[in-house]
């Protein structure tokens, strides 16, 4: 009890004593503006005159990285006003920085957040707390493989999966049910999160009092379409927090319990979803399964078969691979001579065109084309696109293929990557927009990537 009340007064003194600091350097800041005659009683713009902080001495014994932030928190109220009166002249072509449609990609492409959601948060600021230092990370840079996956486990406690893919998510499991570990497994997608902790506690297979494994809950894996990565589908950031942050406090219940025989709790899945009220949904898992493929008397996994590779987990959870019956070359234009093709000579017939001669479809879903996209294209997801069967008749046509057959121009489709853009190409001739084959129906090869790459090095890249 000592300790801690020692410990509470040391932290007490530290914060006081960085708070009459801050004190002071406010004091500081304010003194040289009215030095200045230019005091500007608005709370939040501390330093308004044309003095550049970062050039004064402020430090005052603030420890760093308190005084990084406030100095770069001090330079933005400096040029904010000014920025807005020169911002017509220099205005970027897009409102964010390149590298942060890389950074938010992932929350970009969300429908709750996208671009305008982005851009408030970017106007936000938050003060983040130092990290621990004591914490000895150990990276292992190889990808986890059935053939590594027992000797790297084999070195540790207990094993944390934040993975997206079920092939991982089975061999993870398989490997901590082989090792005697328990597994706190989480995924996160979108605005959704799930929790479990699996194999608790870790008995040998075959015995029932062990906790069920990731194959116990999930038998078999999920049809290949239905799996969303977070690259695709998008992902909120503190969606990831909450479930870490889960994984980390179940990590230390685990770790701190007296090792035991019988389960301590009934196993769970934890469900999170942002947006729900409630948040948090807890629903009541079986215990191990009597004919599980790894945790029961039927195992048929072995470290044997793990460690010779014999068993393949891609193919276990099958996968989309490319399309087996790929467009003709004639029906793919690249994306520097649909660049060309815009400007105005046709790469294919050399005559001159421009970019109304055409329609560019981009397949993009409409968060991701509101975000950026290429002058004069018009939106037509791919979620509409692959929602549309067969040959529309007349009564029931989509206003999308309503919209398209109106005109005879040729159209260009372009995505992200280029794979939605073959398949709506081939849907778009299916359904008959290609008047019989007379009018012209291709996608741009490697879709908005290779336009980035090969085009406008400044389209984003999110
Ligand atoms: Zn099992």
Redesign the pocket.
């Known amino acids: 009890m000592t300790s801690v009340i020692s410990a509470l007064r040391k932290q007490i003194a530290t914060c006081e004593a960085t708070l009459k600091d801050l004190r002071q350097q406010l004091a500081e800041a304010e003194h040289n503006q009215r030095e200045q005659g230019k005091i500007v009683p608005q709370k939040r713009r501390l330093a308004t005159d044309p003095v550049n902080p970062m050039d004064h001495d402020m430090n005052f014994g603030v420890p760093d990285q308190f005084r990084d932030e406030i100095f770069s928190i001090l330079q933005q109220e400096q040029t904010a006003p000014d920025a807005a009166s020169t911002v017509a002249e220099d205005a970027p072509k897009w409102p964010l920085e390149k590298n942060e449609y890389k950074r938010y990609g992932r929350q970009l492409i969300m429908p709750e957040i996208g671009l305008k959601g982005q851009l408030r948060l970017k106007d936000a600021r938050v003060l983040i707390t130092r990290l621990n230092p004591n914490v000895t990370l150990v990276p292992h840079t190889s990808r986890l493989s059935p053939e590594t996956a027992v000797s790297t486990f084999k070195q540790y406690d207990l094993v944390l999966d934040c993975t997206d893919t079920p092939a991982s998510r089975y061999l993870i499991?398989d490997t901590c049910?082989l090792l005697g570990k328990t597994l706190v497994s989480a995924s996160a997608l979108r605005i959704d999160g799930q929790m479990m902790v699996l194999?608790n506690p870790p008995l040998p297979a075959g015995d029932p009092n062990g906790g069920?494994?990731?194959?116990?809950v999930f038998p078999k894996p999920p049809p290949p379409e239905s799996v969303v990565s977070c690259g695709d589908g998008g992902i909120l950031g503190p969606v990831v927090g909450v479930m870490g942050v889960l994984q980390a406090l179940e990590a230390i219940k685990v770790l701190t319990h007296k090792p035991t025989t019988t389960p301590a709790d009934p196993p769970s899945l934890l469900l999170f979803s942002a947006y729900s009220n409630p948040m948090f949904r807890s629903i009541r898992l079986r215990s191990?399964?009597a004919k599980?493929?790894?945790?029961?008397t039927h195992a048929t996994i072995s470290a044997e078969a793990l460690e010779s590779g014999s068993l393949d987990y891609v193919q276990f959870c099958g996968s989309l691979l490319p399309d087996n019956n790929p467009l003709a070359p004639e029906e793919r234009i690249s994306a520097k001579n649909y660049a060309q093709l815009r400007s105005g000579v046709n790469p294919f017939t050399g005559t001159v065109s421009k970019k109304e001669s055409h329609l560019l479809v981009d397949v993009r879903e409409k968060v991701q084309f509101e975000l950026c996209n290429i002058d004069g294209s018009i939106n037509v997801p791919f979620s509409t696109v692959s929602a549309t069967r067969g040959p529309t008749s007349a009564v029931e046509e989509k206003d999308w293929t309503k919209m398209l057959r109106q005109s005879e121009k040729p159209i260009f489709v372009v995505c992200r990557l280029g794979n939605d853009s073959q398949v709506t190409v081939k849907k778009m001739k299916e359904l008959g927009l290609d008047a019989g084959g007379k009018r012209y129906i291709g996608d741009i090869k490697g879709g908005l990537q290779a336009w980035r790459s090969t085009v406008d090095t400044e389209f984003p890249d999110y």
């Open positions: 499991s049910v194999n069920p494994c990731y194959r116990c191990r399964k599980c493929a790894a945790c029961s």
